[in-house]
Structures are given as C-alpha cells and as structure tokens.
C-alpha cells in the first residue's frame, strides 16, 4: 500500500519555555507557532495545502513582478507567470518545493535547499533557513549563497499571519514602523508612494485597525536604537500582544488584513510581512541585492508573543 503524504511533507517540531513552532518540508516554511498552548500565527492543518501564503518563504523576491519580465546586467528575463489573473510572477521560487533538514536540535531546526539555474533565472542559490524557539520567542535567521559564476539578483521576504484568537481584525491594535506606503494599480503593482502621516494608513502610532481593508507595502523603516524594526499587534486592553521584528536588511513590510481569502480564513488574522525590496523590484531595481559569486547574504527577523 503506498504510504500517504502530508501537503507539506515532513513536519518537524521545535519547543522549548513554553514556546511550540512546527515547519515544514514543502516550501520550508512555519505552519504553526504557539506560546503555552495559546496560537500566535494563524496557520493551517497538516492534511491541508497552504493557504494564502501562510508562513511561507518568499525567495528569490518577495511579491509580485509584472509581467515576469525584468532586465539584470542588460540581459532581459522572462519568468513564468505564477499569478496568471493578474499577468504576474509572485513570491519567488521556493514556495512549492521540498527543503531538506541538514541540522536539528529540540528547540532548533535549519533546512536547505538549492534554487537550479532556471529559464528566468540563471542562477544556482543555495538557501537556508535555521528556526530556533526559546524564552525570547520565535528567531529566524536566513541565507542565500550564489553558487553561480556570476551576480544574481535577489530579494526575500516572509509571510506569517499573525492572530489573537478570540479578537476580530477591526478591533485589533496595530503599530508600523514605516513612513510610506505604495499606490498601486489593479494588478497591485506600484504607480507612486505616499507619506502616510496623517492618513488613514498611519500606524506610526498604535491604533485599531477598525475597517481598514489593508494589502499594502510601507516603506521608509524606522529602527530601533539596537536596528530592529518592529511591528506589533494588541488586544483592545493590551493584555496580549504579537510583535513582528526584523533587522535592517528588511527595508520593506507588506500589511495584509486577508480581506481575498475565504471561509474561516477571511479578517481573521493579519499577515505582517518584512521584505528586502519592493513590489516589482526586479523590474525598477529598487533595493534588489546583488550578490556576487560565492557569496553569502544574512538576514533574521522574529516574532514575540504575549498571551495575557
């Protein structure tokens, strides 16, 4: 008898001080995290196929490229078209395919894998993601090696949706460290940016989310005094809380208040996405990495919890 799959492959489970994270082989992703019990991402079954995004690693770029066309080094490239209602390639290569674990411990698990050379993308990288719980919360730290011979263009961003059961997304509490945000078209593709103070997307201080309809990349990050960035979600009295952080390399968050996804899915939690670059960054070549020939780029981000 042939031995049934999960969707997501193999699951390996990390825990320690009351912190339980659980990621997963297809796409190398999280698809639960919980603090004593209580869920912090709102992730989905070990029998389903991931939803919306949930959890996953968006690399080599975050977001969407129109068209799937961009040009690198003079040489133009056409991906394919992975978002084809919107004529879009969306979140890199490495969503749908089986990252390997190469070292593991009970509170820590780091798995790889190899993004081959590719028509619209020429390029070897070796990724990694190492995941790692303790009594600071949840850490993730990332690496990309280009294993070619020459340059490549790269971005990475993340997906974790972020919930405090029992609380609507209107009457949740959010804070952003951003000054921007993109205007974008009907292919949610940017055409321009706006200073959000002020505005009905100014989260620079913490308010309710009331009926924002929210899918929105910021920018201009503020760090903080030991280069984090945070973004943090509250409970209407503040006796549970959900901070996203990432270091300076993440100069980009996308805020998505899941108002497309369905069932049980829809306003249910809210997706708080660092990025290294921008939508369409391929394509303007705002803050793509360039990494050059056997080299390495670093870049961690995290989410603390308190769960009243």
């Known amino acids: 008898m042939t031995e049934i799959d999960s969707p997501s492959g193999a699951q390996w489970e990390i825990a320690a001080a009351g912190h339980r994270a659980v990621v997963v082989e297809v796409g190398g992703g999280l698809r639960e995290y919980t603090l004593n019990g209580t869920a912090v991402l709102d992730g989905y079954a070990a029998d389903e196929v991931c939803p919306g995004c ?12 129109r068209d799937g066309r961009y040009t690198f080094a003079e040489q133009n490239h056409q991906l394919s078209l992975s978002e ?11 969503r749908w395919v ?8 009970a509170d820590a698990i780091t798995v790889e894998y190899d993004i081959a050379a590719q028509p619209g993308y020429p390029w070897t990288l070796r990724l990694r993601t190492r995941y790692s719980v303790g009594p600071d919360g ?7 090696t280009n294993r070619s011979a020459d340059p490549a263009p790269f971005g990475l961003g993340v997906h974790p949706y972020l919930m405090i059961p029992g609380v609507e997304v209107d009457d949740l509490v959010l804070k952003l460290p951003t000054q921007q945000r993109l205007l974008v078209d009907g292919r949610l593709l940017p055409m321009g ?8 997307f100014d989260f620079t201080e913490a308010r309710r989310i009331g009926n924002a309809r929210l899918d929105t990349a910021f920018g201009e990050v503020t760090l903080d005094d030991d280069g984090l960035a945070r973004a943090v979600l509250e409970s209407p009295d503040g006796s ?5 952080w990432a270091d300076g390399t993440f100069g980009w968050w996308q805020v998505f208040t899941g108002d497309t996804l369905h069932g049980e899915r829809l306003r249910r939690s809210v997706a708080m996405e660092p990025m290294t670059c921008p939508p369409d960054a391929f394509r303007s070549g705002r803050d793509v990495i360039t990494i050059a020939s056997g080299e390495t780029w670093h870049g961690s981000w995290g989410i603390r919890a308190t769960v009243g």
């Open 54 to 65: 949930a959890g996953q690693v968006l690399v080599p770029w975050p977001n969407r490229i």
């Open 98 to 105: 089986r990252w390997r674990p190469v070292e593991t411990a």
């Open 193 to 200: 940016a706006a200073k959000v103070t002020g505005g009905p």
């Open 84 to 94: 084809p209602v919107l004529h879009n390639a969306i979140h890199g290569l490495a």
């Open 240 to 244: 549970q809380t959900r901070e996203v």
């Open 138 to 144: 949840l850490r993730v730290d990332h690496e990309a």
